[in-house]
């Protein structure tokens, strides 16, 4: 092996390196912008004599075209049209089915579900595609999104090792090992992994990602805070007691068949004890606010908004069954899809006079009235500390008075336009659910996936494919699909990648490499292999996993040879370590989940820090049982 030198362009690239990495902890700089700059500070050092080598400007913004940025433009495209024809809801409520509001539960299945899917789908798409679940779920469990889109990630990157197509360095493994068996003896060739030769070794890394977080997720994910992205709706709970002195929260009751409310109607059900009835359930159809004088036939189901003990006295009295969570409901009045608001009735108004029984509110507007707020008192069906029950719907409004609806935000969509009303709540979704583009929005996620499995093409290519096909037949418009790509990950991504090429173009990757292995010289073989997987991890935090593979592998069996170890395990080594990377947001789904999430580098660090080395300990275990 040839001596490599340290040159003064290595010595930049080192400095630069440095520098990164003190932006990343300090945060002095936002992440994104702190790649910005160092990508202009290459470029413009590469001017400076003798530093023409640290990178061709004429090429330096030509990571925001590469394979993986253009690759993650896409699958968010993809993921934001499937959401949009309501199946990403569907799969949440899947999840819920199963794992409930338990945070251990929800971590577990979302994890080893994200983790299966990236053993055969680039585990980028993979967390892509699963972001807007994750994000659905967060709302409807109240789970801060912080506590749930780690795990995801990095059991996405580990499902990248499950098999020999699960990553781009396993991809190219049996590549590297046929170029390399050219130069060897008939003794020393190695055979090509098959398919599922890792499998063992990712199966092992998964169930310890998920073990990890299960276990001590506690202690060592961010606490974050509810609803993290801020846009998708609050509790009706929290929110009604905050501003109302309302105590009160959404339940499920199942009336059984001939029960003695039958005939009678929801207003009277809901002025004998006080509470408001949103919605009904009957025959398999489900309704929201439904008219107050309608007519109770059972069986049927009832969500009820009131006070705990209400509900609970209510349900005693009458024999009502109680649900612990919405089960037929769940969808419909998760934050995502409705919520509180408030509007104000302005002077000049037609329905002041009027009361919501005059007008049938809720069938004209879609809304349940659930407070009158008038002159610093709150009138509510449900008692608070300071006034007694009031009948609402039969107040009549007052120029000024500010109602308290519950709403889908469709509806409240539609009332933003009533010149009746002035909605004041203007941070809510506003999204137009697409249900009958779901085939269109199937049929392009297949082919984009089937291109993926099945051919050659460039992984960009076929992701976008899956994009445009999405656009063409309207499942989003073309400003949805801009708005649904993080840009911020982009450019992070991007302005990273001239670096990573700096530190391979310049030779400092092989410098650093080879005073590593004059230090590992004559150790043991196990200290070898550990020392190269350490390796591998150390670069692929600076340089593309698939850099990283290229330049070691061919090093890794130049010193399992030497040192008579097995070329073959070291060279696989390498390709699985280069999935190791959690420690800094450089990694592509790292970087995708750092900004719903709100994480800093030193989450990252903190969190990633100990799945480093376990990763390390146990994927080093594993392949020396299993090879």
Not at 139 to 151: A, F, I, K, W
Not at 171 to 187: H, R
Not at 274 to 294: C, E, K, L, S
Not at 473 to 490: G, H, M, N, R
């Amino acid at each position: 092996m040839d001596v490599v030198a340290l040159t003064t362009e290595m010595i930049v690239v080192l400095g630069l390196l440095a520098f990164t990495v003190f932006l990343f902890v300090s945060e002095i700089l936002r992440v994104d912008l702190s790649a910005i700059l160092v990508m202009v500070m290459l470029g413009v050092l590469s001017f400076l004599p003798g530093m023409g080598g640290l990178a061709d400007v004429n090429h330096l913004f030509d990571g925001f075209a590469s394979n993986a940025v253009i690759s993650i433009i896409a699958v968010m495209i993809i993921g934001a049209g499937l959401d949009k024809t309501g199946l990403m809801s569907k799969v949440a409520a899947t999840i819920l089915k199963y794992g409930g509001n338990t945070e251990r539960r929800i971590i577990a299945i979302i994890s080893g579900t994200v983790g299966v899917i990236s053993s055969f789908m680039q585990n980028v798409g993979a967390a892509a595609l699963f972001l807007p679940v994750v994000s659905r779920i967060s709302v409807r469990t109240e789970l801060p999104l912080s506590r749930l889109l780690m795990p995801m990630g990095f059991c996405a990157i580990m499902g990248g090792t499950l098999t020999m197509v699960g990553s781009s360095p396993l991809i190219l493994l049996n590549d590297l090992i046929l170029s390399a068996n050219n130069g060897l003896a008939a003794a020393d060739q190695m055979e090509p992994f098959g398919l599922f030769s890792v499998t063992p070794v990712g199966i092992c890394l998964v169930v310890t990602g998920i073990l990890y977080f299960v276990l001590f997720g506690r202690w060592v994910l961010p606490k974050g805070t509810k609803f993290d992205d801020g846009t998708s709706g609050q509790s009706l709970k929290d929110y009604l007691k905050r501003i109302y002195g309302l105590k009160a929260d959404i339940y499920e009751i199942v009336l059984p068949e001939n029960h003695s409310v039958e005939g009678q109607t929801l207003d009277e059900l809901m002025q004998r004890y006080h509470v408001y009835v949103i919605g009904t359930f009957f025959q398999g159809h489900r309704w929201f606010a439904p008219v107050i004088q309608t007519k109770i036939v059972t069986p049927c189901r009832l969500v009820i908004l009131g006070r705990e003990k209400t509900i609970q006295a209510m349900a005693e009295a009458e024999g009502f069954k109680v649900l612990p969570s919405l089960e037929v409901f769940a969808e419909d009045y998760a934050p995502t899809k409705s919520g509180v608001a408030e509007m104000v009735v302005p002077p000049g108004s037609s329905v002041i006079g009027k009361c919501a029984h005059d007008l049938v509110f809720r069938k004209r507007y879609g809304a349940s009235l659930l407070a009158i707020h008038r002159n610093g008192e709150t009138l509510s069906y449900v008692e608070t500390a300071d006034h007694a029950p009031t009948a609402v719907g039969e107040v009549p409004f007052q120029a000024g008075d500010t109602l308290v609806v519950h709403s889908t935000w469709e509806a409240l969509t539609h009332l933003t336009r009533d010149r009746d009303f002035v909605v004041i709540t203007s941070d809510f979704p506003r999204e137009e659910l697409r249900p009958t583009k779901v085939r269109w929005a199937l049929l392009f996620f297949a082919i984009a996936l089937g291109l993926i499995l099945f051919s050659d093409i460039r992984l960009s290519l076929c992701l976008l494919v899956g994009a445009v096909g999405m656009i063409v037949t309207k499942v989003l418009d073309i400003d949805e699909a801009y708005d649904a790509v993080s840009w911020s990950t982009v450019f992070l991504l991007a302005s990273l990648i001239p670096l990573g090429q700096a530190v391979q173009a310049t030779g400092t990757a092989e410098w650093i490499a080879q005073q590593i292995l004059t230090i590992l010289n004559g150790w043991p073989i196990w200290s070898l292999q550990a020392g190269v997987a350490v390796l591998a991890t150390i670069f692929t935090l600076v340089m593309s996993n698939v850099g990283a593979t290229v330049l070691l592998v061919p090093l890794a069996i130049s010193i399992a040879l030497a040192a008579g170890a097995d070329p073959a395990i070291f060279a696989m080594t390498v390709a699985i370590s280069t999935s190791n990377s959690f420690l800094i947001p450089t990694h592509q789904v790292n970087a995708l989940i750092m900004g719903p999430a709100g994480y800093t580098v030193v989450d990252f660090v903190r969190t990633g820090g100990v799945m480093t080395l376990l990763f390390l300990v146990v994927s080093l275990v594993m392949m020396n049982v299993v090879f």
